[in-house]
C-alpha cells in the first residue's frame, strides 16, 4: 500500500500549476493521498474518492481546504470524530489485503502561528492542537480498535536526525504524544526522504502508522528527485510511504 502526503501550497484549479500537480499525483499513484493547504477540486482523478476537512479557519477562496483525504478505496467520512474540523478530516476505508483502516489528515500551527485564542509563544498554540488532535486519534482508536491507523498532514516540525524547522519543546511533544499513542512516524529519523536524499531540507509532513498493525515499511521516498521542492507546484515536498504486510501473519 502506497501513502502519499503533499502540502500543496493553496492550489487553486484555475491555476497552471494544477495541471503538473495532478501529472504527479499520477506518476505517483498513491492508494491513499493525504493532501494540505488544498482545494477540493484538486485531486488525483476519478478513480478516487474523498473526505474533507470543514471551512478554513482563515481567508480562504471557496472550496479551499486545509486537508482533503482521497483513496483508490470508498471513503467513509468520519466528522463526528473531528474536534478541530477546520484543520483536520478523518475517513475510513477497507483495503482488501490490510483491512479496515482509519485515516487522520491534520495541520499544526507553524512557528509564529498561534492557534484558535491560544498564542504561539512557548509552543503553547502548538501543544493545545496537538492536544485536541490527541484526543480524536484516542477516540478513533476506541471506536475501531481492530483497524490500522494513519495520521499524516503538515506536522510543521522536523522529526530528522538534525534540526530543520520547529522546536525541541514541540518535537519532544510530538515524539511523546506519538509514542504514548502507539503511532510510529515513518517518515522519521534515518526513514525522513527528505533529510536523507535532500540535505539540508527534512520533512515536517509526515506520515504515521498504527504500531499494533501487522505491517513493514518497504520505502521511503520524496518528490522531486532533486535537493529543493519546485517551487513552481509547491514549496513542501510530496512524501510517499509504502508499505508491506508483515510475513509473520501469512
Request: aromatic share 8%; hydrophobic share 35%.
Amino acid at each position: 500500500m502506497k501513502i502519499g502526503n503533499w502540502n500543496l501550497e493553496r492550489a487553486d484549479p484555475s491555476q497552471d500549476r494544477c495541471l503538473a500537480i495532478r501529472e504527479h499525483m499520477a506518476a505517483v499513484d498513491a492508494d491513499v493521498w493525504v493532501f494540505t493547504e488544498t482545494h477540493e477540486l484538486v485531486g488525483p482523478g476519478d478513480r478516487y474518492s474523498a473526505a474533507f476537512s470543514g471551512e478554513p479557519d482563515r481567508q480562504s477562496k471557496p472550496g479551499e481546504r486545509w486537508v482533503g483525504i482521497w483513496s483508490k478505496l470508498p471513503v467513509q467520512p468520519l466528522p463526528s470524530f473531528v474536534s478541530d474540523s477546520a484543520r483536520c478530516a478523518a475517513a475510513r476505508l477497507v483495503h482488501p489485503e490490510f483491512g479496515d483502516i482509519v485515516v487522520y489528515g491534520c495541520v499544526l500551527p507553524w512557528h509564529g502561528s498561534k492557534w484558535r485564542d491560544t498564542s504561539s509563544a512557548g509552543g503553547a498554540a502548538f501543544e493545545a492542537a496537538l492536544d485536541l488532535q490527541r484526543s480524536d486519534w484516542k477516540r478513533l482508536r476506541t471506536e475501531f480498535a481492530n483497524a490500522m491507523m494513519i495520521v499524516a498532514g503538515d506536522f510543521n516540525q522536523d522529526l530528522a536526525s538534525r534540526h530543520y524547522y520547529g522546536s525541541k519543546k514541540n518535537r519532544l511533544l510530538l515524539e511523546k504524544m506519538l509514542e504514548e499513542e502507539e503511532l510510529e512516524a515513518v517518515t522519521a529519523a534515518d526513514h525522513d526522504p527528505v533529510a536523507r536524499d535532500s540535505p539540508p531540507y527534512a520533512c515536517i509532513d509526515h506520515i504515521c502508522v498504527s504500531r499494533s498493525s501487522q505491517w513493514r515499511l518497504l520505502s521511503t521516498k520524496r518528490w522531486p528527485d532533486s535537493g529543493k521542492p519546485d517551487k513552481r507546484l509547491s514549496d513542501h515536498f510530496c512524501i510517499v510511504a509504502e508499505l508491506g504486510l508483515d510475513k509473520r501473519t501469512d
